[in-house]
């Protein structure tokens, strides 16, 4: 396997670019928390449309900015004392100053500077270089972020699926570990992407590039099956792991996956998949359903159906390890070469990445208490940082209500128009009378009410995708 020797230097985890966003989801009139590596940053749009990133805290009393306003003037209002900086960090009012000369030589003063991040928009994301500062500006302007050229193609040879974000509650390096290990995906997903029954299947994993510090890894998947020619796993440090599957009439499936992270116990995932057309344009099969045609925000909700089978996994897998407080390869057993890609990952993260993440001494704890429930939390691992889901979630309740009203209405006016109302309450009603077949118009105003009432709960089942899915897999046969 790897050689544990380091070439070519220590991976850097602060002079990194990493993704925290996708532009589209982010509401530009109010500010956004986020973490990278254990630090509490905020995102915020200023006056000119840029999108800014500074240290989540105000220089004045250390409130989180994040908690926020953000002006008409494109400033961002620190709402306990109303301080203001611009998007530069610079505090440009300081109101309880006694006069416009003072306030002027406080906002002057270094000291009521926010830290600003250096960030760039490329590919639909918002990317965040990881250290702040003059010099930490001028390094981040000499390396991109892990781009996926594919993603700049116009030509119209390939359809791009919708970016799906979500924080999940396990660390960067399981969720690296979790993707490199195609063996798990017939049977964690089973129902989803193949059968646990019929597709976990042996296979070899050739290494396609050596182990570098900077620059990661890949290896090939031996086709299992006769559609497939080609499948590789590229890892590039520190956030992207890019699998591509070339199927033998020459179309590709690209899944994007990246992964930033951001507090110990957390990562934030940010994927997509690009489907490339063969030379006769057919476009290849796609993840489950998740490339075919649907609303943005329906392919976020849905999205649960796929993260969550392998979740609870994951979330516990990362803890037993930490209990044991030994060495990955020692405490794992993996006599197949479909372990490859996982073992020569935990030897990189070992040997050339410091052993893991320098984080922040400032972070949040991890989810605690064992609440099973809250590893499968929706709202707050996803729709309450999307803009488009939490109006997609509006127009559905208001939807429900005007599904619910229309049934409750048509069943009234049914009954209001059946003339057998009015006489069965007469005492003079003949028994016969009673079973005759009602109108027409009866019968369809009651076939209405039912189908709305159908619909409102349907509805009512999908609304709840906004905010928590639960999956077992005793369940999944």
């Given amino acids: 396997m790897a050689d544990p020797s380091d070439r070519d230097g220590q991976f850097q985890w602060t002079k990194q670019w990493y993704p925290v966003a996708v532009v589209e989801f982010l509401d530009p009139d109010r500010p956004h928390a986020i973490q990278v590596i254990g630090i509490d940053m905020v995102l915020w749009r200023d006056g000119s449309g840029a999108w800014r990133c500074f240290e989540d805290v105000c220089p004045h009393r250390l409130a989180p900015l994040s908690e926020e306003r953000v002006e008409a003037d494109g400033t961002l209002l620190c709402a306990y004392h109303a301080w203001r900086f611009n998007g530069e960090g610079q505090c440009v009012s300081l109101p309880q100053s006694k006069d416009a000369a003072t306030e002027a030589t406080h906002c002057a003063n270094p000291k009521a500077r926010a830290m600003v991040y ?50 999940l509650p396990y660390g960067w390096d399981f969720f690296m570990e979790n993707v490199a290990d195609p063996a798990h995906v017939p049977v964690s997903h089973h129902g989803l992407v193949g059968d646990r029954y019929q597709d976990a299947k042996y296979y070899d994993m050739p290494r396609l590039r050596e182990i570098s510090t900077q620059e990661g890894f890949a290896f090939a998947v031996t086709p299992t099956a006769p559609t497939i020619q080609r499948t590789s796993h590229d890892f590039q440090p520190p956030c992207l792991m890019r ?54 925000w329906l392919g976020h909700v849905l999205a649960s159906l796929f993260l969550h089978q392998d979740l609870v996994f994951l979330h516990h897998q990362e803890r037993r390890l930490a209990k044991r407080q030994g060495r990955w390869l020692e405490q794992v057993y993996t006599p197949n070469p479909q372990d490859k890609m996982v073992i020569t990952f935990r030897q990189w993260l070992e040997n050339r990445a410091g052993g893991g993440i320098p984080w922040s001494e400032h972070y949040l704890e991890p989810i605690a208490g064992g609440n099973h429930r809250a590893l499968f939390d929706v709202w707050g691992t996803h729709t309450q940082h999307c803009h488009t889901c939490q109006r997609a979630l509006k127009r559905i309740t208001w939807l429900i209500t005007g599904v619910w009203g229309g049934a409750l209405f048509a069943l009234f006016l049914a009954v209001f128009l059946d003339a057998r109302f009015y006489t069965l309450t007469t005492a003079h009603q003949a028994q016969a009378s009673l079973w005759q077949m009602p109108p027409l118009s009866v019968l369809l105003l009651l076939g209405v009410a039912v189908l709305l009432g159908i619909s409102g709960y349907w509805l009512k089942q999908l609304r709840q995708l906004f905010y928590v899915y639960e999956f077992h897999h005793a369940d999944n046969d």
């Fill in 118 to 167: 250096a960030t760039q928009e490329r590919q639909g994301l918002l990317w965040v270089w990881a250290e702040a500062g003059a010099a930490a500006e001028l390094e981040s302007q000499q390396r991109d972020p892990r781009l996926i050229p594919e993603l700049d193609d116009t030509s119209g040879h390939s359809v791009k699926a919708f970016w799906n974000i979500r924080d």
């Fill in 243 to 296: 699998i591509e599957t070339t199927f033998s009439d020459g179309g590709s499936l690209l899944l994007i996956l990246y992964a930033t992270p951001t507090r110990p116990g957390w990562c934030r995932h940010i994927g997509r998949q690009v489907l490339l057309k063969n030379a006769a344009g057919k476009t290849p099969p796609g993840l489950a359903f998740f490339a075919l045609p649907m609303p943005t």
